[in-house]
């Protein structure tokens, strides 16, 4: 599946909160790794709410784009908002498995920003991404890297410590090792026939008031527990988030608590023999 389904709700909290907080600084990194020239035909995977696609075909004279989510309501915020900007070529499509309804070797560009899934989803995410570019076409993806989101595993960690949780604790452990290094994601890239892998990481940081505001804040419950439950395979995390929000106000009552996001970009390239 591309991203979990957003509600209508959710959707307009992501575009108005998330991307401008924290979607942008994925956003940013991949746009200084863009190749452009003077056509573009581009492919957004799991595109949400839109961003960065008036932006990206903005940069070219004669650009389309046609982006896959699987969330209903995104899709009808995204044309939406594509409509306001006639003078782009976007299109919007209802879609969840691979293949997707676009044709091999269609693409001069493929992108997705902050996938959600296991490492097997990213994996089919890059196949597929192989499989739409033409030669000398690009992808593009951006994620957090290893290291990110490093307080909240070692809150997790202490969690499976006081309360005798060995199997959750090897859970958490996994979750945090799931985000690729730069070695892992060109090795992965590689593995499905792209080349000229060129990944680059910035370290960044979210700051959040109190344990409360990390809880509620909407990047955190969009993006970063969602992806912390598909690495885990676990639906219910309640109580060890109840934890991590009074753990946060416990040893960050003095000041704002900083949390690690190794932004990641990795660009590569489709070339046929």
């Not at 991203?3 to 942008?24: H, I, M, Q």
């Not at 650009?63 to 969330?71: C, F, K, Y």
């Amino acid at each position: 599946m591309l991203v979990e389904k957003l509600s209508a709700a959710d959707a307009a909290v992501l575009e108005t909160f998330v991307v401008p907080r924290y979607l942008t600084l994925f956003g940013d990194l991949m746009f200084e790794m863009l190749l452009v020239g003077e056509a573009a035909r581009m492919a957004h995977l799991g595109f949400r709410t839109g961003y960065p696609d008036r932006q990206l075909c903005s940069l070219v004279a004669d650009a389309s784009l046609v982006g896959l989510d699987a969330s209903a309501y995104a899709l009808e915020l995204a044309r939406n908002k594509a409509a306001t900007h006639p003078e782009v070529s976007i299109e919007y499509r209802e879609a969840e498995q691979t293949p997707f309804p676009l044709d091999t070797a269609s693409c001069s560009h493929v992108i997705s920003l902050h996938p959600l899934g296991s490492a097997d989803d990213r994996i089919d995410l890059f196949t597929e991404a192989a499989r739409l570019l033409y030669s000398g076409g690009q992808a593009l993806f951006a994620m957090p890297l290893r290291g990110s989101f490093q307080e909240i595993g070692d809150l997790l960690r202490e969690y499976s410590l006081k309360y005798d949780e060995g199997e959750f604790g090897r859970l958490a452990d996994a979750a945090m090792a799931a985000h690729p290094t730069i070695e892992t994601l060109s090795d992965e890239l590689e593995a499905v026939g792209l080349g000229d892998v060129d990944v680059a990481m910035r370290p960044q940081s979210l700051a959040f008031d109190s344990g409360r505001a990390f809880v509620e804040d909407p990047a955190t419950r969009l993006l970063i527990l969602p992806e912390l439950k598909l690495s885990m395979g676990l639906d219910d995390l309640d109580e060890p988030i109840r934890y991590i929000r009074d753990a946060i106000d416990k040893y960050w009552s003095e000041g704002r608590f900083e949390l690690t996001v190794n932004v990641g970009c990795a660009s590569a390239r489709r070339y046929d023999e």
